[in-house]
């Protein structure tokens, strides 16, 4: 749907409006273990690795170890920045709910490219959103 909108003053406006609908980090959250370093504003970022519904051809009683490819991780996370917060709306899109695997393997530069966030954001942006992307794929090589 982005592509779609035109010019970068649109996708703008639809990336603020996509960072208020946010969910809203909890003032506890917002500590030094997780704060994003690299960001030009003020980014926090939470993971909750989370079991996937046990399938059919696991355990009948469903309680093995989880591996890697039977958890998803789920992040929240917040800017004091309305454009960085529409910037994480879309790392959210991108990885909220994927196992560690696909996190991993998920070619973030193409999705950029392709949204034409490249050609559209300051250096400082683009190293605070490489920064955050870093931090995702981190948590996600802890989760395997």
């Given at each position: ?89 879309v790392l959210m899109i991108v990885f909220n709910g994927r196992t560690p695997r ?26 605070g959103l490489y920064g955050m992307v870093e931090r995702i794929r981190q948590i ?5």
């Amino acid at each position: 749907e982005f592509e779609f909108l035109g010019d970068w003053d649109d996708q703008c406006d639809f990336l603020i409006d996509l960072g208020f609908e946010l969910p809203k980090l909890p003032e506890t959250a917002k500590t030094a273990e997780n704060f994003v370093h690299g960001c030009q504003s003020n980014v926090w970022l939470v993971a909750e690795v989370k079991p996937n519904e046990p399938s059919d051809s696991g355990s009948e009683s469903g309680v093995e170890p989880a591996s890697n490819e039977e958890v998803s991780i789920e992040f929240i996370a917040n800017s004091d920045a309305v454009i960085v917060n529409g910037l994480i709306a879309v790392l959210m899109i991108v990885f909220n709910g994927r196992t560690p695997r696909e996190i991993l393997a998920t070619d973030v530069q193409a999705v950029f490219t392709k949204l034409g966030l490249e050609r559209h954001l300051s250096p400082q942006r683009r190293n605070g959103l490489y920064g955050m992307v870093e931090r995702i794929r981190q948590i996600a090589a802890q989760a395997t």
